[in-house]
């Protein structure tokens, strides 16, 4: 497959060529990305990062009743809790 220079295309031609082409061929050709990137909405503003954890059982039904009740839902609490655990620890971090 003959690769387009990206780097010359507007934003709508390079989704129209992915949009019409088999990209299979592309993976693992990229190259490594440097720096931190950040993952914004469409004003810009950061969009929350994913993270995984494990809890018990007991502990993920009792949330997920909770949650249930709760406006912003599972995440929602966790990102309460972990706020106010931050808030309550000060030395513990350098940026909350």
Do not use: C, Y
Not at 37 to 65: C, I, N, Y
């Amino acid at each position: 497959m003959e690769q387009p220079d990206l780097n010359s295309m507007t934003d709508d031609q390079v989704a129209e060529w992915f949009a019409s082409n088999d990209t299979s061929g592309l993976v693992g050709t990229g190259r490594p990305v440097e720096g931190q990137f950040v993952q914004v909405d469409e004003t810009g503003a950061p969009v929350g990062r994913m993270v995984s954890l494990k809890m018990p059982a007991a502990m993920v039904d009792a949330l997920d009743a909770a949650a249930g009740r709760d406006r912003e839902g599972r995440s929602g609490i966790i990102r309460t809790a972990v706020a106010e655990w931050l808030a309550r620890h000060p030395n513990t971090t350098e940026a909350a």
